[in-house]
């Protein structure tokens, strides 16, 4: 067990749909990374926040968008929901603003149908 | 831009010797790390060079040459529980982790 929850485990919904996937960071880490890893693909950085600020972004879409709250927690939006879309997403935590060594929440695997 | 390379997959039997190269084109390179992940699970820490060499943790060990832009993990006297998906990552100078793409080890009996 990392540390870091990821809520839910598990997302059935329709394409054109939003969904919030939530994160929570190990305590005391201030860094927050979302990746996205569809099938038998490598993980794909999305976006990083520090202690609250946009940090990095990766190959974001527009319609994703992210954000991190005063408890360090962090949720990620994806609106307009496609086929393609249905991967599983991954949000780690390090106590640094550039680390090499993340712990990687379970994830949340979404499925668009 | 950047890019990684590693191979797709390695199968060895119990109690072998697997290496897994990693070769990188990066801007700002900080440093090569390795994580291990399971089917389904997370991805996890593995080990981290910054500088050139060898660094061993019990039965892995990782390598690094900068002048090469090239790395290595070894997994030793693999046992069936390393079946599992292993990727190198590039840490750029924005601090970003650049994943390659993983490489599927099999275990076999």
């Known amino acids: 067990d990392s540390g870091v929850t990821q809520t839910p485990k598990h997302l059935i919904t329709a394409t054109g749909q939003r969904v919030t996937l939530r994160c929570s960071p190990r305590?005391?880490?201030?860094?927050v990374y979302w990746y996205q890893q569809s099938l038998d693909q490598g993980l794909q950085f999305l976006i990083q926040?520090?202690?609250?600020?946009?940090?990095a972004k990766g190959n974001i879409l527009e319609r994703f968008s992210a954000q991190q709250f005063p408890d360090l927690h962090s949720e990620l939006n994806l609106s307009s929901l496609e086929l393609g879309d249905s991967a599983l997403y991954f949000c780690?935590?390090?106590?640094?603003?550039?680390?090499?060594?993340?712990?990687f929440g379970p994830g949340t695997r979404l499925t668009v149908t | 831009g950047q890019s990684l390379e590693q191979p797709s997959e390695v199968t060895a039997v119990e109690g072998a010797i697997v290496q897994i190269n990693c070769t990188y084109q990066?801007?700002?390179?900080?440093?090569l790390s390795w994580y291990q992940q399971h089917d389904g699970g997370a991805p996890t820490f593995l080990s981290y060079?910054?500088?050139?060499g060898l660094e061993e943790t019990g039965r892995f060990s990782s390598f690094l040459s900068r002048s090469d832009s090239y790395g290595y993990l070894l997994l030793q006297e693999l046992q069936m529980k390393d079946s599992a998906s292993y990727f190198c990552?590039?840490?750029?100078?924005?601090?970003?982790?650049?994943f390659g793409a993983g490489t599927q080890v099999v275990v076999t009996p």
């Open positions: 780690a935590s390090s106590v640094e603003q550039e680390a090499y060594e993340q712990y």
């Open positions: 305590s005391g880490d201030l860094s």
């Open positions: 926040y520090y202690n609250g600020e946009e940090r």
């Open positions: 990066t801007s700002g390179f900080y440093g």
């Open positions: 060079n910054a500088l050139d």
């Open positions: 990552a590039v840490t750029d100078s924005w601090g970003k982790l650049q």
